[in-house]
């Protein structure tokens, strides 16, 4: 019988990326609890890294999010 193919959403993958490179789990800790190969986890660090500016733009989504959250909270502070 095949195993199911399991689909990692953006937040989990961040997630488990954050839990290696912030909490110093091993990979080969996190890719057997989770059950992945190491080289698929380190395609998504390396996807991560290579788009990890787009944050930091102007219009992006995330940002503007995070940007009137925090004008929200300032507003309720006054």
């Known amino acids: ?5 399991r689909k990692f959403t953006a937040e989990e993958k961040v997630g ?3 839990r290696h490179l912030l909490d110093q789990v091993p990979v080969s ?3 057997e609890k989770e059950g992945i190969q190491p ?3 380190y395609q998504w660090q390396k996807v991560f890294f290579e788009n ?3 944050a930091f733009e102007r219009g992006s989504p995330q ?3 995070s940007e009137a959250a925090s ?3 300032r507003r309720w502070l006054w």
Do not use: S, Y
Not at 1 to 5: D, G, Q, V
């Open 39 to 41: 080289g698929q986890f």
């Open 1 to 5: 019988m095949e195993a199911k193919r």
């Open 52 to 54: 990890g500016t787009a």
């Open 16 to 18: 488990l990326l954050r």
């Open 29 to 31: 800790e996190l890719c």
């Open 71 to 73: 004008l929200d909270g």
């Open 63 to 65: 940002r503007e999010r």
